[in-house]
């Protein structure tokens, strides 16, 4: 049987790292886990008695609706308000999405079509690559050296104004002109950092080219020594031409939830809207009932979770510095992007990652699964406590021998 989108998929390197952690647990191995960026942390314990208590209500059980219950577009629309200074038409420029992997795969069946192409950073966390393409679209990947962030030189005139000089080059030498550009700020892997300056390049371009931004805001809240993330949004003009991607997943710790919301432009907004009206019937209602709370009653709490990130990026940047392995400590993400040291880089990041999950009993994720340019590094996810962050540094200071 000939099957389609599928064909095209490369081996999923994440896929022969899990097999190999499994492997290693079912030897008794003690693994150390930093690989999947999978939050460790609970949610907001008012969600979790307001999830109970709204599951015992039988009327909660039937359908709810695709575009998410009016207050929970109404509070995301007060969280915006809060953080960033932005206004949202509840009705108009919210749509709830079942996590933010769900809405940006489909509003790129909005926006994109075969002949039609995108462009993305590289490199990139997987969907924002792979989405453009399972809706027919071509993808030009905008390299990320040089956008300001760990493992990139940046340059003097900013964060990120690396990475725009190479979407404006890109974007001069690709045809069909695109019609997308995809980006995540703070980024993952890459960890790279950006500031309402480089928001307002970004628009600019965007309205003197005629395309769209889909700003993925994953991390918004997670951003350290003082750095807050900035929504494009909060540019002005900015909802004619972008929509961004606010969930729950990390600002919360509601990954399993999968609770998010494409905010922004309106024609873009109802869209979405209309095609997953077509598509499915919302989250469980007593998950959008416990995100309300979530959002109006625990505001504070994706500051609690930052803190704790913040503590396990110190523990695990100044262990390994102290192995003689270095690293600069993020800005933002709940990531540290890490080169691989010289004296293995020669093995690449595949390799490199089975060796510390071997030798070390520490799981990373290779570079290279996060497409072009992510060779030559490893990602650590902070979802390790701090005592077990030091346990991992010791067993790498046994296995790097090579290190000083």
Request: proline share 8%; aromatic share 10%; with cysteine.
């Amino acid at each position: 049987m000939e099957l389609r989108r599928i064909n095209d998929l490369p081996p999923y390197v994440f896929s022969e790292m899990n097999l190999l952690k499994e492997n290693a647990r079912r030897r008794g191995a003690d693994v150390v886990d930093f690989g999947f960026g999978n939050p460790d942390l609970p949610s907001p314990t008012v969600a979790v008695e307001k999830l109970s208590q709204a599951a015992h209500n039988p009327r909660n059980h039937r359908y709810s609706a695709s575009r998410g219950i009016p207050h929970l577009r109404q509070a995301v629309c007060e969280l915006y308000r809060r953080n960033w200074g932005v206004e949202l038409d509840p009705d108009s420029e919210v749509v709830t999405t079942i996590g933010a992997k769900e809405g940006l795969s489909h509003v790129m069946w909005v926006l994109v079509s075969p002949g039609d192409s995108a462009l993305v950073p590289s490199p990139s966390y997987p969907i924002h690559i792979y989405a453009p393409l399972f809706a027919g679209a071509d993808v030009r990947q905008v390299p990320m050296a040089g956008a300001g962030g760990v493992g990139a030189t940046g340059s003097s005139d900013g964060p990120g104004e690396g990475f725009f000089a190479a979407l404006v080059e890109t974007w001069e030498a690709t045809w069909p002109k695109p019609r997308v550009v995809v980006v995540s700020f703070p980024h993952n892997p890459t960890t790279a950092c950006v500031d309402l300056r480089f928001m307002e390049r970004l628009v600019g371009f965007a309205r003197a080219h005629g395309v769209v931004v889909v700003h993925d805001f994953a991390y918004a809240d997670l951003g350290f020594d003082g750095y807050r993330p900035p929504s494009i949004l909060q540019v002005p003009g900015a909802k004619d031409v972008a929509v961004e991607l606010y969930t729950l997943t990390k600002s919360f710790s509601m990954a399993g939830w999968r609770v998010g919301f494409l905010v922004g432009n309106a024609e873009i907004v109802q869209a979405l809207t209309k095609l997953k009206s077509y598509l499915d019937y919302g989250t469980f209602q007593p998950i959008q009932i416990a995100a309300i709370v979530a959002m109006r009653e625990a505001p504070d709490y994706p500051e609690e979770l930052r803190h704790a990130y913040e503590l396990r990026r110190d523990a695990l940047c100044a262990g390994l510095r102290g192995i003689g392995w270095d690293v600069t400590p993020p800005k933002g993400t709940m990531f540290v992007w890490a080169p691989i040291p010289e004296p293995y880089r020669e093995m690449g990041s595949i390799e490199f990652a089975k060796l510390l999950l071997q030798e070390a009993q520490v799981a990373t994720s290779p570079g290279e699964g996060f497409g072009p340019g992510g060779d030559g590094h490893v990602r650590f996810a902070l979802i390790e406590n701090e005592k077990r962050t030091h346990q991992a540094v010791r067993n790498l200071r046994r296995a790097l021998t090579k290190l000083g």
